[in-house]
Structure formats: C-alpha cells, structure tokens
C-alpha cells in the first residue's frame, strides 16, 4: 500500500473544491471546460483562465509555475488572443456558479472573501 503526501497547498485546493461542491459536480464543470477547449483548440487551463479574465470585476490572473516542474509558460500563452462567446460563458458559469449563483454565494459563505483567512477577526 503507498502513502501520498499531501502539500499543505493541495489541501487548501481540495478544501476549496469541497467548499464549492460536489466531486460530481467538479468532473462536469471539467466536462463542460473540456467542451469549450476541444472547439476552441486549446487546453482545459486556457479556457478556465480565459473564463476567469472575462469575469466582469477581474483584472488580471496570476498563473502559478514550478520551473523544472511544471513550466507552462508557452500553453498560457494560448490564453489571449480570443474570447469565450456569450453561449461558452452561460455554459460554463451554470456550472461554476449554479444557475442563480448559488455556488457563489455558498463558496463565499463558507471561505470568505479573498485573503479572509489572514486578516483578524477580533476587534
């Protein structure tokens, strides 16, 4: 039987998609990304940031590396130069969000706001 390690980050991921939802649920947002990906020519990561870049209140992604790991600087690139069409943006929000954003609101519910685990909650 092997044992795998689990980096404190992959922990935080893993709390974060089960925060969001389902395993289920994941493997079809995954589905529906992979839909836009194979019609778009591009990879299941280009589209997902592509997605995040089109949220009305963001401005700019951070794409992490490891160097020597998993550089991927010339698969991100395959990000810019198009746009996710209104019908690819519905596909995949009903999915990320729920159809009335209830994903959200549980996700936000649950983690906080961006950064809300270093800030003190004492007054």
Known sequence: MSTMTVMPSQRKYLD???????????QA??????????????????VATRWVLQQPTVGAVLV???LGVSARG??????FGWELSDEEMTLINDVALGNA???????????????D???????
Not at 16 to 26: I, K, P, Q, V
Not at 74 to 79: E, G, R, V
Not at 101 to 115: F, H, M, S, V
Not at 117 to 123: F, G, M
């Open 16 to 26: 974060t998609l089960h925060a969001w939802g389902t395993w289920a649920e994941f």
């Open 29 to 46: 947002l995954l589905s529906a990304l992979d839909t836009v990906a194979q019609h778009r020519h591009v990879g299941v990561a280009n």
């Open 64 to 66: 992490g590396t490891r």
């Open 74 to 79: 010339d698969d991100n690139l395959a990000t």
């Open 101 to 115: 954003g209830e994903k959200t609101d549980r996700i936000y519910g649950k983690l906080g706001d961006c950064g």
């Open 117 to 123: 685990e270093y800030r003190s909650h004492t007054k």
